[in-house]
């Protein structure tokens, strides 16, 4: 029997872009006799009302491995230009199989994202195939654009007066100020300098900051933009 992914639509003021080239049909998943979940970290976990972010992983699956009641599962996602992805499928959370285009709403997990549901063609967290960067969230950085290398793999973090985003950008996590500095060049963003693991940013009345990762297992590069601007740079 063929089902087609469904997932609990996330509240938000805006949507976040979706291209408007045709989308590519979502991942034919093979169910198990019990419905697929509603996409939350766990089968055991209530979904909250206030869960108004998200972050979604977009590419084609490869290295399916089923999750059972008692085991975790697992798969990878491929773009071309960014490196494979690997998502941990939560035990009990998904109960079957998929494969093709997806667009993957994930959580925090170590060493890997956990994947949370599927975004259907048309929803804030679907970017159709062929679209680069092949990941999106919400919110989004006011300005800046994530270059294709690089994937956002937590929910924002979303504060009074700060949003922060943890982004995986393969093997070049080691090097998040480089990697990320030539997209904001390229966009048009001024560098404030550079200190101990961070650098500083700003394009007209907006701030960021690029933050490496300790490299620890499910750590990764952070970028931070700030309500208002802390730096005289211009």
């Known amino acids: 029997m063929r089902v087609i992914p469904f997932l609990v639509l996330v509240v938000a003021c805006t949507a ?25 970290a766990s ?18 699956i490869s290295d399916f491995v089923g999750d059972s009641a ?28 998929a494969a093709g285009y997806v667009c993957v709403e994930v ?16 929803t804030p967290g679907f970017v159709a ?22 994937a956002y793999v937590v929910p924002p973090a979303v504060g009074p007066d700060q949003i ?19 997209a904001l060049t390229q966009q048009g963003w001024v560098s404030c300098g550079s200190g101990l693991g961070a650098a500083q940013w700003r394009k007209n009345d907006v701030m ?3 933050a490496e990762s300790s490299l620890a297992p499910g750590d990764y590069p952070r970028i931070t933009q700030f309500a208002r601007v802390i730096s005289s740079c211009s």
């Open 16 to 40: 976040a872009p979706v291209s408007t080239a045709s989308p590519t049909p979502l991942a034919t998943v093979a169910a198990s006799a019990s419905p697929i979940a509603s996409p939350i």
């Open 164 to 182: 922060e985003w943890k982004v995986d950008c393969g093997s070049a996590n080691d090097d998040a100020r480089g990697t990320l500095g030539l």
């Open 107 to 122: 959580l925090a997990g170590s060493p890997y994202p956990l994947f949370a549901g599927f975004f259907t063609s048309g």
């Open 208 to 210: 960021l900051t690029v």
């Open 129 to 150: 195939s062929g679209t680069v960067p092949a990941t999106t969230a919400f919110p989004l950085p006011k300005g800046f654009v994530l270059p294709q290398a690089c």
């Open 43 to 60: 089968p055991s976990a209530t979904p909250t009302a206030t869960a108004a972010t998200f972050a979604a992983i977009c590419g084609t």
């Open 70 to 97: 008692q085991t975790n599962g697992s798969f990878v996602l491929n773009s071309p230009g960014r490196a494979p992805i690997r998502i941990t499928i939560p035990a009990g959370r998904l109960g079957g199989s």
